[in-house]
């Protein structure tokens, strides 16, 4: 067996193999593997005996639920009004310059993935963004080369 | 009067059974709400909102395909608020669709485009987003084209795909404006898990999915003298081709379409029901062989139940879904193949001409027909079998280019050999036809005697349940055929694949045992077939049905191995039933495809 054909297993193995398994399932993968390939994708309409398309149509819905191949620190920069009112494009400006990157790409080491995101719930304190499960809230610039240096420490 | 309700519509009072809803109470008072998500085949939606009308006392629109119908409701279809609304949703639906009418197959035939011409809406109410977006078209597949700038998201081809079929090939990917009907990972449809089975192109109300028509290939053909181009017409077309060319469903044009056909320019009109009565021989003959198998030679690799193989969505189903279930299949080809297997050779030879210059064209009301023709399985003429298929829509098409006046036509009969053919042989266009004219030959086969049912007529088979068993007892069979005697065959009909996968799912886990199971991909058979015209529903298709049993009724000859041409073609050519040069011509085999 492959990796992803046991992971999705030990998946269902823990969720189940109803249709109502498919959203963790899918966020195990995403977890464990930073995306969803089309190998996991086939594995998992396997694995539940949905048609892959469903599969598909479910993961493309969720925007955490990556469908191309992501790097380690995934960035989501509000791009909302109230931080955007805020200055949060200085903020995606600073991590594009940081990076060398624009929204929606990886680094070519993998390490950090650009990508803006909807409301983050962090209105009061924008700035706001996500680095993967991580809120960082109240940005600015300056912060921001912190935050990042402080990742590529890691 | 416990089960109904009582509402009024438009001022007028009207009673309605329980669970109805508001759109089919209006529609039983002749009261036209328009409609594009809803299809009676399949599940309420409610996505489009076209539909929407006022319900009196509440402050939104509902829409009401997806609303019950309850006591005391107020309706109205027609307020300005209704108008109003229903003129936004379709604007807005214009806004993203691209209204290029002139340059669109559907033409016409466009359930959109019918309700703008209702709106007559001459202004432009919303910015055009079409030039936007990054559309695109998969134009890949022999059988089925998929045009996302045309696609509304009304999402009838997703229901269809998976109530009807249980295949899911397409689906709803992506969200909000991004929103899109997609294959696995927007894979060409010819890649995916699709059948071709066109059900999605026979429901789709505006030109998102169409066949991929071979039109000009055919007229090419035509106006090609070095070419003999030959047609043959499937028993399905002959029920339902009037309905694309104004005449009500139900009409029988077999002569017509001949006389149309022959007009077009065809160097020979030719019948599928010939190969039908054919394919019964090589297909009776084959199922009792495995029989003989089984129950005498206790040949441990015979696989049993046998179901047919004349359906190439059918086909191409059990390939992706039960791979291992193949040996299961009849060898047999379907009609279409066998008839282009013979006609570039036995005929060609026949009538003196060269198969390297005959253009064999099929009529079928299939869009995997299509797909099927292109299987490098079918090639074994020496030539591709089948060179172009068009469906019962395309014909009539063709013959409205051709300025036939259709209704006027006389009746003509086809020409010989490969056009006589049996009443067992049209109802190949019904489900259940396929087992009833297989027992009809293979009963007489076992027992010298006709099956015994009145007038050959085979009822339990019969019908549109979605799922059907028979059984029927062998008695006093010929002295060759003892091993059957008191054998109870036990037979099951399926149609669309949903159902379909349920049979074969039985038979998987031992939860049922058959001998024969027939097998056709479309709801209601051939006759409601992907290639049909449009709209197709269940009245439809009964009317339809009941066609072609009449059209068997009232044919001479009524059993396949009674037809004169077929008993000429093995006496002079192939021998008999499961012969080599039977296997050579008329037999196939499949192979196993991706589940996912």
């Known amino acids: ?154 | 009067m416990e089960n109904m309700v009582k509402l009024k519509i438009d001022g007028v009072e009207v009673q309605v059974e329980k669970g109805k809803t508001i759109l089919d109470a209006a529609r039983s008072m002749n009261i036209h709400i328009p409609t594009l998500c809803h299809h009676e085949d399949l599940c309420v939606a409610g996505n489009c909102r076209v539909c929407v009308v006022e319900q009196v006392g509440t402050r939104n629109l509902v829409a009401s395909c997806a609303t019950p119908a309850a006591d005391g409701m107020e309706i109205r279809t027609n307020s300005l608020k209704v108008r109003n609304a229903r003129k936004h949703i379709i604007e807005l639906l214009l806004s993203e669709h691209n209204a290029d009418c002139t340059k669109c197959y559907k033409n016409g035939n466009c359930e959109l485009q019918a309700l703008a011409s209702e709106l007559k809406n001459t202004e432009h109410m919303f910015l055009d987003l079409v030039e936007r977006k990054t559309f695109t078209v998969d134009m890949y597949s022999p059988s089925i084209i998929k045009d996302d700038s045309r696609c509304i998201r009304c999402q009838r081809c997703v229901r269809t795909c998976e109530e009807l079929q249980h295949v899911s090939a397409l689906g709803v990917a992506h969200k909000g404006d991004r929103m899109k009907i997609s294959t696995f990972f927007d894979r060409p449809m010819f890649e995916v898990v699709c059948t071709n089975c066109g059900q999605c192109v026979n429901r789709c109300p505006t030109g998102a999915l169409i066949e991929r028509n071979y039109i000009d290939e055919v007229w090419d053909a035509i106006y090609n003298e070095d070419k003999f181009v030959v047609v043959q017409t499937a028993p399905a077309t002959r029920v339902a081709l009037g309905e694309a060319l104004d005449l009500p469903p139900g009409e029988i044009v077999t002569g017509k379409m001949v006389a149309a056909l022959r007009r077009l320019g065809f160097n020979a009109v030719l019948d599928t029901d010939w190969s039908a009565d054919l394919t019964i021989m090589e297909e009776g003959t084959e199922l009792l062989t495995r029989l003989k198998k089984a129950l005498v030679d206790k040949d441990p690799n015979v696989a049993l139940p046998m179901t047919t193989s004349c359906s190439p969505g059918w086909i191409k189903f059990i390939e992706h879904t039960f791979p291992e279930m193949l040996p299961n299949v009849s060898t047999c080809k379907s009609p279409q193949q066998m008839f282009g297997a013979v006609a570039k050779t036995y005929y060609a030879n026949k009538v003196g001409v060269d198969p390297a210059k005959m253009v064999v064209v099929s009529i079928m009301p299939c869009t995997a027909k299509k797909f099927e023709a292109d299987r490098p399985e079918m090639r074994s003429s020496g030539y591709k079998d089948v060179d172009l298929v068009l469906t019962t829509r395309e014909l009539g098409i063709m013959i409205r280019q051709a300025g036939l006046d259709f209704n006027s036509l006389p009746d003509e009969d086809y020409d010989s050999v490969l056009g006589q053919s049996s009443g067992a042989a049209v109802i190949f266009g019904a489900t259940g036809g396929v087992m009833e004219a297989a027992l009809r030959t293979a009963y007489e086969i076992v027992t010298g005697r006709e099956v015994p049912f009145e007038g050959l007529n085979i009822t339990p088979v019969r019908g549109m349940e979605g799922v059907r068993e028979a059984s029927m007892e062998i008695k006093d069979t010929l002295p060759e055929w003892k091993f059957l005697e008191g054998v109870e065959l036990r037979t099951v009909v399926a149609h669309g694949l949903t159902n379909a996968k349920q049979v074969m799912q039985w038979v998987k886990e031992g939860k049922k045992s058959y001998h024969f199971i027939e097998i056709m991909a479309c709801p209601g058979g051939c006759l409601g077939g992907g290639g049909q015209p449009i709209p197709t529903n269940a009245e439809i298709r009964a009317k339809r049905a009941e066609a072609i049993y009449r059209e068997d009724a009232g044919k001479a000859i009524r059993k396949s191995h009674e037809n004169p041409e077929i008993i000429a073609i093995y006496k002079e050519f192939l021998g008999e039933p499961l012969s080599h040069k039977s296997h050579e011509l008329l037999h196939t085999h499949y192979v196993e495809r991706n589940r996912y």
């Open chain 1, 1 to 154: 067996m492959s990796e992803i054909e046991t992971l999705v297993k030990e998946l269902a193995d823990k969720h189940g193999r109803k249709r109502e398994s498919l959203i963790p399932i899918l966020q195990g993968v995403v977890e464990k593997e930073r995306y969803l390939s089309d190998e996991a994708m086939t594995e998992i309409a396997r694995e539940l005996d949905i048609a892959a398309a469903q599969v598909y149509g479910t993961a493309t819905f969720y925007s955490f639920l990556d469908t191309v191949p992501r790097g380690k620190y995934v960035i989501r920069v509000c791009k909302t009004i109230s931080c955007s009112m805020k200055n949060g494009n200085e903020v995606i400006k600073a991590i594009s310059d940081i990076l060398k990157i624009q929204v929606g790409e990886t680094t070519p080491d993998k390490k950090f993935t650009l990508l803006e995101a909807n409301c983050l719930g962090w209105c009061h304190k924008g700035p706001a963004m996500l680095i993967n499960d991580t809120p960082y809230t109240e940005l600015t610039p300056q912060k921001v080369r912190e935050i990042i240096a402080e990742y590529n420490r890691k």
